[in-house]
């Protein structure tokens, strides 16, 4: 009992700092990114890549892990509490689909940004309307 307890909580903790990463982006780093020119936001672009490809793997893959294990220990129990049970096997699908996404949607964007010194926009992001500023209306494809 003490061992799910656990894995409930390490779940919590891990999926609330994705979801704080989450809510700071909404509300913070869009709208900034947003009015910041091409070059500044490309190298801030690029360095807050690199710090997050050294931290990411190991946060998604606690939560992948902690979400398994914690799925795991749920189906073992007995009597077997179907709703926990899809409660928890759905949160470990949505985080595969979270990783999927990430994989082919934002890796590209960052290999893309990785080695570039932007001053206007590459044609494959080429915003609809290019107000001059900003990178983020361009990744909006």
């Known amino acids: 009992m003490k061992t799910i307890r656990f894995f409930f909580f390490a779940n919590l903790m891990l999926t609330g700092f994705l979801s704080g990463m989450g809510f700071a982006n909404t509300v913070g780093y869009t709208p900034a990114m947003e009015d910041t020119p091409t070059p500044h936001l490309v190298k801030f672009w690029q360095n807050t890549d690199h710090y997050m490809r050294a931290r990411m793997p190991l946060l998604g893959n606690s939560v992948l892990l902690s979400l398994l294990v914690t799925f795991l ?5 007995k009597p077997l509490n179907r709703l926990t049970l899809i409660q928890t096997g759905l949160a470990f699908a949505l985080q595969i ?3 999927v996404i990430i994989l082919t949607q934002n890796l590209p964007v960052n290999q893309l940004l990785e080695n570039s010194r932007l001053t206007r ?3 494959v992001l080429k915003p609809k309307k290019d107000s001059g500023k900003g990178l983020l209306p361009a990744l909006s494809l």
Request: proline residues 18%; positive net charge.
């Open 97 to 99: 689909a979270a990783l």
């Open 73 to 77: 220990l749920v189906f073992r129990r």
């Open 121 to 123: 926009f590459p044609p």
